[in-house]
Structures are given as structure tokens and as C-alpha cells.
């Protein structure tokens, strides 16, 4: 377990009787998941633990989230804002964040990234009659297809770059993230898996 560092001296514990607000979003998506407050001692075992833990304003005690539920909040990275006096907590979480079941205390007002959306759309399509829609059409063709068209806008991606096209490059590299996000959902798998991937990868190199 690599130790997360963080400065805490200069936050602004004074401004609310010793509590600062931890606003917790899912490192991997950037989906923000729940607010919660930290005191000095709830931070403290937050970074040494790896796992986030609160003060309970309601239970006057400290809370990692995930104590009873097993659903935990692992800890990636924190931040401050610019006024010293509110937390970003980036996470994986273990399980669903929010006591009710779903993924986020925000279900249906959160925002989502523009390839969240997309990729939403691309699993509605699956099953589709092939008429329907282009996207329906590549399911129904199979994976060979759609392995195809990754190849082919791969490398028109590249042949974009090598002749120093920004705008073609542009063009080829959406419709190449289009076809891999088809190729990943019709594999049985998501941006998710690859952005943990790369976490690990990231994390493996940094020890």
C-alpha cells in the first residue's frame, strides 16, 4: 500500500467548529458520490488506513464509510479548494456509495461525462433490430465487424496524425473511440475496466 501524503495544516478548520466538507467522487468515472465531513482525526485515519472516514455529525463519532455495509470508499487522491476549506476525496469505491443502494447519493441528477452518456446509448442499441440504427447494425454483424472497423479507424487515426490533419485527427480518433466502446460492450466490458487497468498500471509504476 503506497501512503498517500496531504498537507492539512493550512485548511481553514476554524470556519466550521473544526469540520471541513469532503465532497467524494469516483476516481475512475468522476461521478461525485456523496459529501461528508472530516475532522483533523477523521482525515488522519483516512490517509493512513487508505479507507474514507468521516465525522458522524448525527452518531458525534468518527465513521468509515463502509463499516457495517463492507461498502468501502478506497482512497486514491485528495485535494483542497482554493480557500483552504473543502475537501475533493477521488475514490474506488467497493459497492454502492449511498445508503439507499445506488452508486451515487445523486442517482438521477449527477453528471455524467459526454462518453458515459454515449456509452449508455451503445448498450441500449444492443439486441436492436440491425435496421434500427448503425450502432444496432454492428452488433448484429458480430465481433469480427466491429474488431474490423477499431482496425480501420485506428489506422486512419494514425495516417490523420502523420500528416499533421488536427481536425481529421479529430474526426478519426471519435469515430475510433465510438467503434472501441461498441467492441468493449459487445466483449462484455467498459471504459471502467480500462481506466482501472490503467490505475493499476499507474499505481504498479509509481512503487
Known amino acids: 500500500m503506497t501512503q498517500i501524503t496531504f498537507d492539512s495544516a ?31 482525526a477523521a482525515l488522519e485515519k483516512t490517509l493512513t488506513s487508505q479507507n474514507v472516514t468521516f465525522f458522524s455529525r448525527s452518531k458525534q463519532r468518527l465513521w468509515t464509510k463502509g463499516e ?8 486514491i487522491a485528495i485535494d483542497k479548494d482554493c480557500d483552504n476549506d473543502s475537501l475533493l476525496v477521488q475514490v474506488i469505491p467497493n459497492g454502492p456509495t449511498c445508503h ?8 438521477d441528477g449527477n453528471a455524467h461525462s459526454f462518453i458515459d452518456n454515449l456509452t449508455k446509448v451503445i448498450v441500449s442499441r444492443k439486441g436492436q433490430s440491425a435496421d434500427s440504427s448503425y450502432t444496432a447494425s454492428l452488433f448484429e454483424r458480430g465481433t469480427k465487424r466491429i474488431a474490423q472497423k477499431v482496425g480501420e479507424e485506428g489506422l486512419e487515426t494514425a495516417l490523420a496524425a502523420a500528416t499533421n490533419d488536427k481536425e481529421e485527427l479529430i474526426n478519426e480518433a471519435s469515430d475510433l473511440m465510438y467503434h472501441l466502446i461498441v467492441l468493449l460492450e459487445d466483449q ?17 509504476a509509481k512503487k
Open 10 to 40: 493550512s485548511l481553514a478548520w476554524d470556519k466550521q467548529d473544526g469540520l471541513i466538507p469532503a465532497v467524494v467522487q469516483n476516481h475512475l468515472t468522476g461521478k461525485v458520490l456523496m459529501l461528508g465531513y472530516m475532522d483533523k
Open 188 to 204: 462484455g466490458l467498459s471504459m471502467a475496466d480500462i481506466n482501472q487497468n490503467l490505475l493499476d498500471r499507474h499505481t504498479k
Open 68 to 75: 457495517t455495509s463492507g461498502n468501502t470508499l478506497q482512497l
Open 100 to 107: 439507499t443502494g445506488t452508486e451515487s447519493c445523486w442517482p
